[in-house]
C-alpha cells in the first residue's frame, strides 16, 4: 500500500508563492515513486476536482493545466519519496484543497481515472 500526505498549504496575498509536498510512504512507496507518473489535483468549494498538473515516472514530462501553465512547476525527489508543486503569481481563483495522486502506470494524464493512490488534501487560499 501507499499512504501520501501533502502538506505546505495555507494563506497567502495574491501575487504570492506556496510550495506543496506530497511525501509518499508504505510498502509499495518506493516502486509507485519510482515508477509511476504522479499528479496534482484541486478542488474547490461546490466545483469538481480538477485536474493541476503531472510529471511521468523519471520527470522528463510535465503537464500542466492552461490555468496554471507558467505559473506553477512540478517536481520529485526520489531520495525522499516526494513530490513538489510550486506555486508562483498566484491567483483567487486558485484557491482550493490541493491533492495528490499517484499514478497506475509510468504517465499520468489529466483524469482522475490514471490514479489510484490520493492524499488527504490541503487547503490554500488566496485572499485578493
Known amino acids: 500500500q501507499v499512504q501520501l500526505v501533502e502538506s505546505g498549504g495555507g494563506l497567502v496575498q495574491a501575487g504570492g508563492s506556496l510550495r506543496l509536498s506530497c511525501a509518499a510512504s508504505?510498502?509499495?512507496?518506493?516502486?509507485?515513486?519510482?515508477?509511476?507518473?504522479m499528479g496534482w489535483f484541486r478542488q474547490a468549494p461546490g466545483k469538481e476536482r480538477e485536474f493541476v498538473g503531472s510529471i511521468n515516472w523519471n520527470g522528463s514530462s510535465k503537464t500542466y493545466a492552461d490555468s496554471v501553465k507558467g505559473r506553477f512547476t512540478i517536481s520529485r525527489e526520489y531520495a525522499k519519496s516526494t513530490i513538489y508543486l510550486q506555486m508562483n503569481s498566484l491567483k483567487s481563483e486558485d484557491t482550493a484543497v490541493y491533492y495528490c495522486a499517484g499514478g497506475r502506470r509510468a504517465y499520468a494524464g489529466g483524469d482522475v481515472k490514471d490514479y489510484n493512490y490520493w492524499g488527504q488534501g490541503t487547503q490554500v487560499t488566496v485572499s485578493s
Open positions: 508504505g510498502a509499495a512507496s518506493g516502486r509507485i515513486l519510482s515508477n509511476n507518473g
